[in-house]
């Protein structure tokens, strides 16, 4: 695909980071996008801002879903029907994730499952709702994000990252998978499978904000001992603790999640535009696999150097988290 102009694209995760600058740099082009986010606000700013610079004839629609609801992502896929009036669609770009359920061992199980249901269940469902529009078109391609932890299942030593590397893992399988499927099954569609390194988005934040929005000064006494627990186990509270002890930690802890969120994001090596322009070049010039960023390409040659050694942290695993301990994806 050498152009996106005159094309018409999904993208989900719209409302910030790396699926905002796919949106505005495919209207830019010429694209028309139809871009969901759970964050209606978001969206509609994403919107607004594309449209701003497309070229005439542009349209770009936003959406409200929750693509780890199969139900939304199917109301979503009539919306954008309806509204495009469309048979078919040219990209799909399965963006949106989250960060979260780090241990398997001691987070909560619905931060965990809800972590994968978004990066997992998301692109599952997002592929089995829009596939059909794909195959409709005479030259599709399917664009599934991944990871860096899609291939190497850690942020370092001391640092459990289960539920977004599982994710993560499976997309790339599934994407490689893909590969044959759509060869034998539906030669028309191609699949890219994108693996971004550290990239300045707002998915700390915005992952805090959705495994947690709730105001600590509303929380019932049962909420408050369900915290307890995890409060206690990750050393953030000390027993005998007050009600009120809980909610002032739950509102320390936001404070500084929010501050390294911030860090994050205004300190990585590789801006979302700049991600967004990589993964553009890559889909127009037909690749399968795109690295996004220098510090995954160079962490997917330490780990294809020595497989075995990716998780000795008294050997290359070490060299890689240090290659990465400041600019690691989430």
Known sequence: MRSFNQKLAIVTGGGSGMGRELVLQLAAQGCSVATCDINDDSVAKTTAMALADAPSGVRVTGHV???SDEAQVL??????VRQHECHHVDLVFNNAGIAGGGSFVTDPRATWERTFGVDWWGVYFCTRAFLPLLIESDDSILVNTSSINGFWASLGPGIPHTAYSTAKFAVKGFSEALIEDLRLNAPQVKVAVVMPGHIGTDIVTNSQRIHDDVDPTTLSVDDLEARRADLLRAGLLVEGSSSDDIRRVI?????????FGNDFRDNAPLSAAGAAQIILAGVRDGKWRILVGDDATRLD?????????????AGVGDEMGESIRGDVSL
């Open 65 to 67: 879903c929750d693509v």
């Open 75 to 80: 109301r979503f896929r009539d919306e954008v």
């Open 251 to 259: 509102v320390e802890t936001r404070s500084a999640f929010n501050e």
């Open 301 to 313: 040659e330490q780990v294809r150097a020595e497989p075995d050694a990716a998780y000795d942290y």
